[in-house]
T-cell receptor, first 114, second 112 residues
């Protein structure tokens, strides 16, 4: 079956520092990876969509300068949160797509900023 | 615009009772409809999806019918169990992951 591993599960960083999270698709080819942030109220915000061999498309309010993403092959993607501050706290989710229209999610990386 | 609206939670049920979580969607195109379930500390898991109108999806005793006329995709289960306690999300995709829309989620707690 389609599995998505995301790590670390939890991370704590000091305000102004950066942290990187990784996403690995197992059992299928992740032609697209969507990075989301889930708020404490449980709503999903799409940060960006990365499709192999295409430019990464960021949503309004999210920029490459703040959330650089790498998607070098069909099984791996990473995203960094640069200069993290309190408002960046939340659960970051990686959703990997096969091209069939379904997103498979990892367990998420919970970011705490001190 | 495109949107998904679902039952506001939280919902609390006793084990063995029936569940309905309403989901309505708005879009000008013909979407694929999804139900995801998120357990505490985990990411959303696909429960099932239905790509075509008037078809039904089901998994683990949950089911939903894609009703194009009513633009609805209500989730039902005849008899819930404590292990069904989770947050349920209705979602639609118009094709292309940029056009993937989630509802706000419905938190379900099942008490024994």
């Amino acid at each position: 079956g389609a599995l998505v591993y995301q790590y670390p599960r939890r991370t704590i960083c000091k305000s102004g520092t950066s942290m990187r999270m990784e996403c690995q698709a197992v059992g299928f080819q992740a032609t697209s990876v969507a990075w989301y942030r889930q708020s404490p109220q449980k709503t999903f915000e799409l940060i960006a969509l990365s499709t192999v061999n295409s430019a990464i498309k960021y949503e309004q309010n999210f920029t490459q300068e703040k959330f650089p993403i790498s998607h070098p092959n069909l099984s791996f993607s990473s995203m960094t949160v640069l200069n993290a501050y309190l408002e960046d706290r939340g659960l970051y989710l990686c959703g990997a797509g096969t091209g069939g229209g379904t997103l498979y999610f990892g367990s998420g990386t919970r970011l705490t900023v001190l | 615009g495109d949107s998904v609206t679902q039952t506001e939670g939280p919902v609390t049920l006793s084990e063995g009772t029936s569940l309905t979580v309403n989901c309505s969607y708005e879009t000008k195109q013909y979407p694929t409809l999804f139900w995801y379930v998120q357990y505490p500390g985990e990411g959303p898991q696909l429960l099932f999806k239905v790509p075509k109108a008037n078809e039904k999806g089901s998994s683990r005793g949950f089911e939903a019918t894609y009703n194009k006329e009513a633009t609805s995709f209500h989730l039902q289960k005849a008899s819930v169990q404590e292990s069904d306690s989770a947050v349920y999300y209705c979602a639609l995709s118009k094709g292309g992951y940029q056009n993937f829309y989630f509802g706000k989620g419905t938190s379900l707690t099942v008490i024994p």
